[in-house]
């Protein structure tokens, strides 16, 4: 049971998850949060006994508990990066907190600090979620004065301060449109290394979450510490090693060169930046973030999501009723049980070059709207499901043509347009009463089950506050919208993976994780996703074949293997597949919905890495087993004979559901499972075992 534990005098806190324990002291005259354990854990006179961790010598020059503190503020002999910094009415920067009160309410800590000279507080939050070990932190800032204007350039959640070790090394992702998910350990040089996007969103460049650890972690054993941003704006994670050997994370909204302006009596509340230790490897700390967005995060997470089709790839804009229906039939034969239409049928919409923003039906493409199709299609036995992009217009467009003013813009300068289009700003009540108002009749008058809300560029030209504002103004939207209709599901897209948070998580049901549609591509794409993210929120298509990104040439059990590790879905022009693509693609449609309930809910287990020659990922839920193993390039005498596999029982038995085969839990622990894939290149296998009782 997670708790919060305060010594009487206040001077010491133990917040306590699952395992583990984040202990500080609170030190009330300077202002100054001094953590002393974040790990296994540990009881208050424990933690209380510990020191706190000031450099180990001092000189003039350094800052004596540079990252070493929760919550740094800029000012006085603080040197380090800054989880707090601006400019005060009197034109002077210098913070001087001090502590003015602490309490605990359930399971929150508020530790409550105030500025000596300035008007301004800060109100700190902890949260330690309940059967996880994720704790939760934000703070709150506030100006108290009655004049004047405090102008914030740093306004972090706060510090994350990781236990001194010989080294550190962190992880981290990279990529792009379309190339997502590289995943990077690297030795953590002495110095500040700064992760960011300055897009506005979130990026296909970066994702906001660090791991760290003391170079000799595992995918299954080692100590790492994990801190992960809940924000779909520009954003910064700044990670401090300094030359005393102390490491700390720090993270919030924003980035270098937006300003957030506080009047008086204004509060600026900061996203969650929440942390999570564990001492079994990278793969434990990712189901520890997986267990959390099941269990506190994602909407609905106890339900199975559907097996879906969109037929962007199959018809492009080139969308009509008559199209649509004809792939609908199909799909609903393979057992699909959501159809989305996918961009072109609204407006002016016939390429990228118009349209955005004129959101009623093309009447030459549906004569009597949308309401007929979704009806058709809802009598086919699937869900009715639609592409939308609320946040951009073109130029080309009613919508721009009479309100030039919405858009993201800096007075007398060039409009940047990207894929020809601009973007509203979601800042303004107008924007987002208007885009409330046509989402809610379109959901309305088509009784839509799921919305993919895409995005499809960065934000240029914005004001000082739309760089975080944005966001904050799509989610009170999206939160209004999903109030107003219980049944509806949003799946969270930008241009593929380019808005992957926790932030947009908590809102939405899943993601489209990439315009990529490759299935080899897919595997280092999804590998990354699953670092911090649960397979049930990676939606994956299968797509045809030769890819029409890549031209690569897959067979479809391939295809359809990486997809079923998330949630599935079919994107493939169907009306060009064949009668043997068909029935296969029926029988492994079939195959999914057995192990679903296995994949979506269930713990993964990362075997083999997807740039080995043979990769491997396990599912474990309950008493199945489900492990997908993939072969990219075929090799004469290749090595890999037999797979052990993680997290199971060793006292236990267990049974292959395809061939009857009958397994000792240690066995498939230590020799492993026998390894059958076909020949040739991109070869793979599904096996399904199942936990004898008895």
């Known amino acids: 049971m997670s708790s919060i534990e305060m010594s009487g005098d206040g001077a010491t806190v133990a917040v306590h998850t699952r395992s583990t324990t984040y202990a500080l002291h609170i030190d009330a005259a300077a202002g100054s949060l001094r953590p002393v354990h974040w790990g296994s854990r540990l009881d208050l006179a424990a933690a209380r006994a510990l020191p706190a961790r000031p450099s180990a010598h001092t000189d003039t020059f350094e800052a004596p508990w540079e990252a070493a503190e929760d919550y740094p503020a800029q000012g006085s002999r603080r040197f380090g990066a800054a989880a707090l910094g601006g400019w005060f009415p009197d034109g002077s920067a210098d913070c001087e907190l001090t502590v003015v009160d602490q309490r605990v309410d359930g399971d929150q800590l508020t530790v409550m600090l105030t500025d000596t000279r300035q008007p301004l507080a800060v109100d700190l939050h902890y949260r330690p979620v309940a059967g996880t070990d994720v704790i939760e932190r934000w703070a709150v800032l506030h100006h108290t004065g009655d004049a004047g204007i405090i102008d914030l350039h740093r306004y972090d959640a706060g510090a994350w301060c990781v236990p001194p070790r010989d080294d550190y090394r962190i992880s981290h992702v ?118 959390y967005q099941r269990g506190h995060v994602v909407p609905h997470a106890s339900e199975l999501r559907p097996v879906l089709y969109n037929s962007w790839e199959a018809t492009t804009f080139d969308v009509t009723q008559e199209g649509q229906l004809a792939l609908a039939r199909l799909a609903a034969d393979l057992g699909a049980e959501l159809f989305v239409v996918d961009d072109g049928w609204f407006g002016a919409r016939t390429s990228d070059r118009a349209g955005l923003g004129d959101w009623t039906p093309n009447p030459h493409r549906f004569r009597d709207g949308l309401g007929p199709v979704a009806e058709e299609i809802r009598g086919l036995g699937m869900g009715f499901g639609i592409w939308v992009e609320p946040e951009m217009t073109n130029p080309d467009s009613d919508l721009y043509r009479t309100h030039p003013d919405w858009v993201h813009h800096t007075p007398g300068h060039r409009r940047t347009e990207l894929r020809n289009q601009l973007v509203l700003d979601f800042g303004r009540a107008d924007v987002r009463e208007w885009a409330w108002q046509w989402l809610d009749g379109l959901v309305r008058d088509t009784g839509a089950a799921l919305l993919k809300w895409d995005f499809n560029r960065p934000i240029t030209e914005a004001a000082q506050d739309a760089w975080t504002g944005h966001a904050r103004g799509v989610y009170a939207v999206v939160d209004r919208l999903r109030a107003a209709h219980p049944q509806l599901r949003i799946e969270s897209c930008a241009g593929g993976g380019g808005r ?195």
Not at 248 to 274: N, Q, W
Request: proline share 5%; glycine share 12%.
């Open 500 to 694: 992957v948070d926790l932030g947009i998580m908590a809102r939405t049901d899943q993601f489209w994780t990439s315009d990529n549609t490759d299935a080899v591509d897919r595997l280092t794409i999804q590998h990354g996703h699953t670092q911090l993210y649960a397979p049930r929120s990676m939606v994956a298509w299968v797509t045809d074949s030769p890819n029409p990104l890549t031209e690569r040439v897959v067979p479809l059990p391939f295809r359809f293997h990486v997809a079923m590790t998330g949630t599935l879905g079919i994107g493939g022009d169907l009306t060009t597949w064949d009668t043997g693509e068909l029935a296969n693609a029926r029988r492994l449609v079939a195959q999914y919905k057995d192990i679903r309930p296995v994949v979506q809910h269930g713990e993964l287990y990362r075997l083999r890495d997807p740039r080995e020659t043979v990769s491997a990922v396990q599912y474990l839920h309950g008493d199945r087993v489900v492990v997908f193993i993939f072969q990219v390039g075929a090799q004469f005498a290749a090595p890999l004979r037999s797979l052990p596999l993680a997290g199971l029982d060793p006292t236990a038995t267990y049974r292959d559901d395809d061939t009857g085969d009958v397994y000792g839990g240690a066995t498939l622990a230590g020799p492993g499972l026998p390894v059958r894939l076909p020949g040739g290149d991109y070869a793979s296998a599904l096996v399904r075992l199942t936990r004898l009782r008895t």
């Open 174 to 291: 990279t990529g792009a449109w379309s190339a997502e998910g590289l995943v990077h350990r690297t030795a953590l040089p002495v110095a500040e290394t700064h992760f960011t996007s300055r897009r506005g969103v979130t990026g296909h460049h970066a994702n906001p979450w660090v791991m760290v650890d003391d170079g000799t972690a595992r995918e299954e054993h080692g100590e790492v510490w994990s801190m992960a941003l809940a924000h779909s704006g520009s954003w910064r994670i700044t990670a401090s090693r300094s030359h005393a050997g102390r490491c700390a994370v720090l993270g919030g909204a924003g980035h270098e060169g937006v300003r957030h302006r506080l009047g008086p009596g204004e509060a600026f509340t900061t996203p969650v930046f929440a942390g999570l230790y564990t001492g079994g490897g990278f793969g434990a700390a990712s189901r520890g973030w997986h267990a």
